[in-house]
């Protein structure tokens, strides 16, 4: 009885834990999204630019969701947008499958 209860408690915990996961975002064109991150962000956002030096590795990949979340507070929220929700959603894809924390860090700028 004990096994079978264990097996159904880590059963759902396993389906939960994917659920989760799944929910976090769809993910979009990642190439499509380093595109749209170099032509639209990196302008403002290089050394000597007008903005904080950004790159993917320069958040985790949780700090890039709620960023994606939260763009309003952004100086630069005007130019968000003006973007189409796929191509943010393409941008977030790219960052955060190369954020600090993911299995594939970007290694150049």
Known sequence: M??????LFLTAGFVVALAGTAAAFEQGNERKGKYMFRKNCRSCHTEG???EPLNPVSKTQAQWERAFQRYER???????????ESDKN????YL?????DSP?????E
Do not use: G, M, V
Not at 74 to 84: H, P, R, S
Not at 96 to 100: G, K, L, Q
Not at 104 to 108: D, N, Q, V
């Open 2 to 7: 004990f096994r079978k209860l264990l097996c």
């Open 49 to 51: 630019a007008s903005a």
């Open 74 to 84: 952004f100086e630069c929220a005007d130019q968000w947008e003006d973007l189409a």
């Open 90 to 93: 393409d941008i977030l894809t």
């Open 96 to 100: 955060y499958n190369h954020a600090f």
């Open 104 to 108: 594939s860090p970007a290694t150049c």
